[in-house]
């Protein structure tokens, strides 16, 4: 019954490459966070509701939406500024949940389009918290640098050869 009650509130996500979120290259969290937000449970305003919380249901960034994953992730107006500025860029095509979104995506980009985009949404979901619990929300420009930088320097960190010591070791 509760089972049942689960299965009722949360779509199933057909057709998501579920290792393929395990073996994205980026940091954990960041792989973590991917598989919430495709698990549908991150904290949007829409599921925060569906849990009988009081709050309202716009979108904390744009107020005119409700917000679920995939309008906080992608289709809010605030939030397409970011991805405007990718290889990605912000159309969403007949996408209706942030499963789709994501399936659409890992179907017709590259690996690294892949990573990138994990990376940005991560970053776009701290941005969005930032909004709701300090008010503060940077420019579309910081957000999209920001990712990046956190792209380039997990490159360069799984790149690095690890050093020799540069004295051996006495036997
Ligand atoms: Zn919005």
């Keep these: 019954m509760a089972l049942l009650k689960l299965q ?13 979120i395990w073996n994205l290259n980026v940091p954990g969290k960041i792989q973590n966070f991917i598989w919430r937000s495709l698990s549908n449970v991150l904290p949007t305003m829409k599921s ?5 919380i009081e709050i309202p ?3 904390p960034l744009c107020r005119h ?4 994953g995939l309008h906080a992730l992608v289709s809010c107006s ?7 500025l990718t290889s ?10 942030l499963p789709d979104w994501w399936q659409n995506l890992t179907t017709t980009r590259d690996s690294s389009d892949i990573e990138m985009a994990a990376i940005l949404m991560w ?3 701290q941005n969005r918290n930032d909004v709701v619990w300090n008010g503060k929300s940077k420019p ?16 360069a960190s799984r790149n690095r050869p690890i050093p020799r010591s540069p004295h051996p070791i006495q036997q």
Excluded: K, T
């Design 8 to 20: 009722n509130q949360i779509p199933p996500a057909v057709g998501i490459n579920w290792s393929q």
């Design 48 to 52: 925060l509701r569906h849990r009988r």
């Design 57 to 59: 249901e716009w979108c």
């Design 65 to 68: 939406e409700e917000e679920d």
């Design 78 to 84: 605030l939030v397409r500024n970011i991805w405007h």
């Design 88 to 97: 990605i860029g912000s159309y969403i095509g007949s996408a209706i949940s």
């Design 123 to 125: 970053n776009i979901w």
């Design 140 to 155: 579309a420009a910081l957000i999209f640098s920001s990712a990046m930088s956190v792209h380039s320097q997990w490159v």
